[in-house]
Each structure stands twice: as C-alpha cells, then as structure tokens.
Antibody, heavy 115, light 107 residues
Framework: EVQLVESGGDLVKPGGSLRLSCAAFGFAFNTYSMNWVRQVPGKGLEWVSSISTSSSYIYYADSVKGRFTISRDNAKNSLYLQMNSLRGEDTAVYYC????????WGQGTLVTVSS | DIQMTQSPSSLSASIGDRVTITCQADQDITKYLNWYQQKPGKAPKVLIYYASILETGVPSRFSGSGSGTDFTFTISSLQPEDIASYYCQQYESLPLTFGQGTRLEIK
C-alpha cells in the first residue's frame, strides 16, 4: 500500500526543538520530491519546506527559514524535519507530502508549542 | 509567490445539488492545479490533479476544469459523504500555495 507515516510530534516549550520523521511505503521514494505542509487545526494549509529527489535543491518558507532543516535518506525511504527555536505560531499538524506523478499525503503529526 | 483565491469560503447545498467552487491564480499556472477534499481530523485527499484529471478511485461526480489563471471544481450531484472542506493548490512553482478553502455543508 502506498503511504507516508509521520512521527515525532509532541508538546514542546517555546525555544525548544523537535525532529519529525516520515517513512515511505509502497512507492519509489527516491523519485519523489518531498515536502512538509502544516495546518493549524481548523485553519488552512501552509507549505513549509521542499527537498528534491537527490537533496540538491532545498527550499523553506520565510516563516521557518533559519530555524527548520529538511533532509531525506533515500536508503531508508525517510524524510525528516529538524525544528529548532520553536514558537507558538509553529503549533500545527505537520504533513509529509510526496510530489511525483501525483501527490501522496501522510496522516499528519501534531506539534504543540506551549509553556 | 503565486496567490490562490478560492471562493466561496463556505457553501450550503442540498443532496443532489450541483456544487461549484472556483479558484483563481494571480499568474499563469497553466494546468498545474490540484483539488483536495479534507474531512475533519483527516489529511487532505487528492481528487483532481493537473486541473482536470480524476485521481484513481474518485467518483465521477467530481470534475475539474480550467487553465491559466481560472479554475472550477464541480460536484455534479452532491452526496452526504461529500460534506468536507475543499482546497485548490498550485504546483507550477514553489512555494506551493493553497486556496483558503471552501467548507461545504448540507442545507
């Protein structure tokens, strides 16, 4: 079955760090560009970061640039998001999204930044 | 960044009604547009890609049209299971950008 499974979401204090992971199953992960997209519960969708198939090209939203780092390990069929200096406005469900012939979305993992 | 303007933000319709949602890009995105359905507590699900291609397994009552800057999403006959929020998303260039969403309710 084609799927993406995120993990790592948690409650963290402002200024803290968190690492999200996304495991890919059932498709050729190394042929898909990958993205992180977030959604504040009850609100719209916001793109966070993208990484190309070979990690040659990496992009960030201005809101997370300098604080978040996207990476991937094609040998492990996995995508990561290292989140540092977290703020309250980073509270959201984070989705891993594969971009290839079509788009594949994970189920999401909740990150809550609160003291 | 490409801005996507989606309307309406909410819509109330009866079972069997034809429902239409529009999405406008502020620059030419050719046909690089997805339409998503999202139910509460769930991830978005792709219904339409490349503006008009129905994703495998999606009922034929869903359709999409348009190119350039103006796009339309249609449900030909609304069913109870279609109650959800719907989003457009352009993928012509990064950053990926989304419409504000349309919340669809039963009248």
């Amino acid at each position: 079955e084609v799927q993406l499974v995120e993990s790592g979401g948690d409650l963290v204090k402002p200024g803290g760090s968190l690492r999200l992971s996304c495991a890919a199953f059932g498709f050729a992960f190394n042929t898909y560009s990958m993205n992180w997209v977030r959604q504040v519960p009850g609100k719209g969708l916001e793109w966070v970061s993208s990484i190309s198939t070979s990690s040659s090209y990496i992009y960030y939203a201005d809101s997370v640039k300098g604080r978040f780092t996207i990476s991937r390990d094609n040998a492990k069929n996995s995508l990561y998001l290292q989140m540092n200096s977290l703020r309250g406005e980073d509270t959201a469900v984070y989705y891993c999204v594969g971009q290839g012939e079509t788009y594949i979305w994970g189920q999401g993992t909740l990150v809550t930044v609160s003291s | 960044d490409i801005q996507m303007t989606q309307s309406p933000s909410s819509l109330s319709a009866s079972i069997g009604d034809r429902v239409t949602i529009t999405c406008q890009a502020d620059q030419d995105i050719t046909k690089y547009l997805n339409w998503y359905q999202q139910k509460p507590g769930k991830a978005p699900k792709v219904l339409i890609y490349y503006a008009s291609i129905l994703e495998t397994g999606v009922p034929s009552r869903f359709s999409g049209s348009g190119s350039g800057t103006d796009f339309t999403f249609t449900i030909s006959s609304l069913q109870p299971e279609d109650i959800a929020s719907y989003y457009c998303q352009q993928y012509e260039s990064l950053p990926l950008t989304f419409g504000q969403g349309t919340r669809l309710e039963i009248k």
